[in-house]
């Protein structure tokens, strides 16, 4: 079971938008529309901010959207806040064995 | 509002099991709509997913950890619990219990707020 493949690092500046990919295969990210995406401060727990690879929970605000294109997801941030300054964490169904598998994480500088 | 707490030790000696309780409070673990899981974070590493169980008791495991796990349920009290064997300084992390919805879809809405666990002797 192979962590999904995030870049390290990527940044912006306020009021830019950014986005985060995440790569599988087609036995997780590819094979299912069961991605989600989890925002965490340090010190913090993970937030849930996308579901089912585009959907958002109640309160999470529209600037962050959520897509796929084969076996890689994408994680969107649009106008760039400094709040957004976080690591993100993508996660996918695996299959009825495996269940589920993470990425490595990707931290976001706010310039 | 739901919440979730773990609790247990903050230390383990290697080759023990680690042993930790997430207690479920402003909802029951009973629902039939959600499952309930592990995720572990190493310090300054990534997130793991553990594994999962249902109120009935039905559980899922990472393959990579499945010899060495056993996570429990006790509706009684509203908990669920990790169990961890022959631990080494590798298994030193910040451990989180979570609601996730049942598979396939894995969405993990609420977290406790995580609990370090060091191994060490």
């Known amino acids: 079971q192979s962590a999904l493949t995030q870049p390290r690092s990527v940044s912006g500046s306020p009021g830019q938008s950014v986005t985060i990919s995440c790569t599988g295969t087609?036995?997780?990210?590819?094979?299912?529309?069961?991605v989600s995406w989890y925002q965490q401060h340090p010190g913090k727990a993970p937030k849930l901010m996308i579901y089912?690879?585009?959907k958002r929970p109640s309160g999470v605000p529209d600037r962050f959207s959520g897509s796929k294109s084969g076996n890689t997801a994408s994680l969107t941030i649009s106008g760039l806040q400094a709040e957004d300054e976080a690591d993100y964490y993508c996660?996918?169904?695996?299959?009825?064995?495996?269940?589920?598998?993470f990425g490595g994480g990707t931290k976001l500088t706010v310039l | 509002q739901l919440q979730l707490q773990e609790s247990g030790p903050g230390l383990v000696k290697p080759s023990e099991t680690l042993s930790l309780t997430c207690t479920v409070s402003?909802?029951?673990?009973?629902?039939?709509?959600?499952?309930w899981g592990w995720i572990r974070q190493p310090p300054g590493k990534g997130l793991e997913w553990i594994g999962s169980?249902?109120?009935?008791?039905?559980?899922y495991y990472n393959p990579s950890l499945k010899s060495r796990v056993t996570i429990s349920v006790d509706t009684s009290k509203n908990q669920f619990s990790l169990k961890l064997s022959s631990v080494t300084a590798a298994d030193t992390a910040v451990y989180y219990c979570a609601r996730l919805d049942p598979p396939p879809n894995l969405r993990f809405d609420y977290w406790g707020q995580g609990t370090l666990v060091t191994v060490s002797s």
């Open positions: 169980i249902y109120y009935s008791g039905s559980t």
């Open positions: 087609s036995s997780d990210v590819g094979g299912y529309n069961y």
């Open positions: 089912d690879v585009s």
């Open positions: 402003g909802g029951s673990i009973s629902s039939s709509s959600y499952y």
């Open positions: 996660c996918s169904y695996a299959g009825s064995y495996t269940l589920g598998v």
